[in-house]
DNA sequence: CATAAAGAGGACAATTTTATCCGAATTAAA
DNA sequence: TTTAATTCGGATAAAATTGTCCTCTTTATG
């Protein structure tokens, strides 16, 4: 459903969120190790959350990644989606016709709609916090 | 949402689908065309949906592609999304982790599972036919 | 039977996505 | 001010997906 990168960086989101909720700051080697996924390439990834301000990050010794505590909970899994695949996910057709749209819509088009407005609303109510608060420091859930 | 493969695979479908209704067999030519894929890339997808018994190939001189027009309506969008990518659309965990499941469900988990549910429900109950149906020979509909 | 028109399938090429590496810039602390 | 710990960003590599090409087999028809 979503990309690697997507995933990875959700994951990641997750457990920085965590960590900032304890206010720690946590790095990619960390991160990566506690979700799974290798190393350098969710560096990439934490970039592209920090250039679309869903994370921030300290430069330097001490440094690491880390968001804003009161964001927490306004950080939705919209929006990191959206930093790392754009909005291609619930955007265009799902047979992949350039021309199709409300006005002429492909035969599928009122199936498709459904599904992306369920999927559209699942990502733009979930915020980060609910997610985090499933969870508590130190589960291996992120991992496996 | 899918991959391009199963784009053209779904179009090609209801390509083959519409011009069975009408008793004519098709070549890959005449479908890449129709539908505005690659071709070699498309026949290529061609055999995988005979190899699924999705559509039915003719051999030889006057041969090409055809579904047995009693078939139209039992055949679903899921049996050709299967056909061709597996039943990884709606299969596995959306944040990628491997041991989420019901018992063990990640922190996304039940919202996921609405969505899936919905795509999934939305592919399987989805036949040829009532695709089909919605178009006429001649329209450039699976082109654009 | 010979021939031409098809699909089947393997090998290969291009592109995109995923993943790695390394040097440069930044910063806290000795 | 030097050093060590960091993130940033560009270059590159590996893997997966997408796309092409060519030969083989099958089959209708003359």
Chains 1, 2 share one sequence.
Do not use: W
């Not at 965590?18 to 799974?36: C, F, Q, Y």
Request: hydrophobic share 40%.
């Amino acid at each position: 459903m979503f990309s690697k990168a997507c995933e990875y960086g959700i994951r990641a989101s997750i457990f920085i969120a965590l960590n900032s909720l304890e206010h720690r700051r946590v790095g990619p080697k960390e991160i990566a190790k506690e979700i799974n996924s290798p190393e350098a390439f969710t560096a990439k990834i934490l970039q592209a959350l920090v250039r679309n301000n869903v994370v921030n990050s300290v430069k330097g010794a001490h440094g690491g990644f880390e968001i804003d505590k009161k964001d927490i909970k306004t950080i939705m899994i919209a929006d990191i989606v959206k930093a790392i695949d754009g909005d291609n996910v619930y955007k265009g057709c799902g047979l992949g016709l350039h021309e199709c749209n409300e006005n002429k819509p492909c035969p599928m088009h009122e199936k498709f709609k459904l599904v992306r407005a369920e999927l559209k609303y699942m990502l733009e109510s979930t915020d980060l916090e609910s997610l985090a608060l499933d969870l508590k420091l130190g589960d291996t859930f992120l991992k496996v």
